[in-house]
């Protein structure tokens, strides 16, 4: 199995090939959950990463690592969402073409925003299957490179370097909460952190609608979910049926993996916004909203990842009125 581990070498490499691409984003102390947790509680504001989200980390490391004939040819893929945004800019700064397979659901403000960072869009079809069709015929016979967004090792590498980050602005980390869904970036935080300081516990957090790596720890071995609708977008989808990195390592290197519901992830949302100040999406708030939950027990300092925040910002101000209002009164739509 330790082939299949993504290790600090290949991680110190990626952070390395990332200076000067990406925000070394700051760690900063929260007033709010200190106080009320009682132990020193820290933000990792990673949604302030260019695009958005720390996707950035994996896509930009990913093209780093390939050969000048992969350039030329491209680089493909078909997710609509955060790591699409951060394919899309990434290539585009490195010149390479990027091609975003959608189907034709994908709402148009999603697809000029790709399009706008840089990306070359197809539109094929009316589901994420078809898309992903597209994806594997462009690499057969247009020979581009497929850029996963999770289960790759230099995904996992560059979403690593945000794991060196954390060590270096709190050296003395106890517990670092991050949020979960394919796995790649707990996956490479964790071996970032564990391999700097072992002592330190890693725990991820998913929305318990649908948590497909949670299901697949259960079962022992990757297995397939229902998906439906949650605050937390970012986190939907599977970890992949013929996973190759990330169920191992989450499982062997995380020490739990909790649950959330909707109602704690709205309210992590709100009190983001409303006593740090800071707008994130979903995703991004299920460390805030584990510790307003009383479901982190833990020492030492905390380390919370804010991941994201590209959050319709409607739905935002909806979530943080309705958490104003007690969900008393009803809000304005
Ligand atoms: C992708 C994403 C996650 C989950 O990352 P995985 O590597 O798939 O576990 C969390 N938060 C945000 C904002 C994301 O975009």
Redesign the pocket.
Known sequence: MTDKLVTIAEIEKARDALAGKVVHTPTVNSVSLSEMTGLPVFLKLE?HQTTG???LRGASNALSRLSTSEKQRGVVAAST???GRALAYAAHLEGVRAIICMSRLVPQNKVDEIRRLGAEIRIIGKSQDDAQEEVDRLVQESGLTMVP??DNASIIAG?GTLGLEIIDAVPDVDTVLV?????????GVAAAVKAKRSAAKIIGISMDRGAA?RASLDAGKPVLVEESESL?D??G?GIGIDNRF?FAMVRDLLDDLILLSEDEIAAGMAHAYMHEREII?G??AVGIGALLAGKIRAKGPVVAIL??R?VDMNQHRRIVCADINERAKPCPA
């Open positions: 949604h989200s720390f996707k969402g955060n790591h967004p999770f979403q949020p979960v869904s394919g796995g790649g970036l707990a996956s790596m937390a970012s986190l989808g990330t999406e995703a991004a991941s994201g590209n």
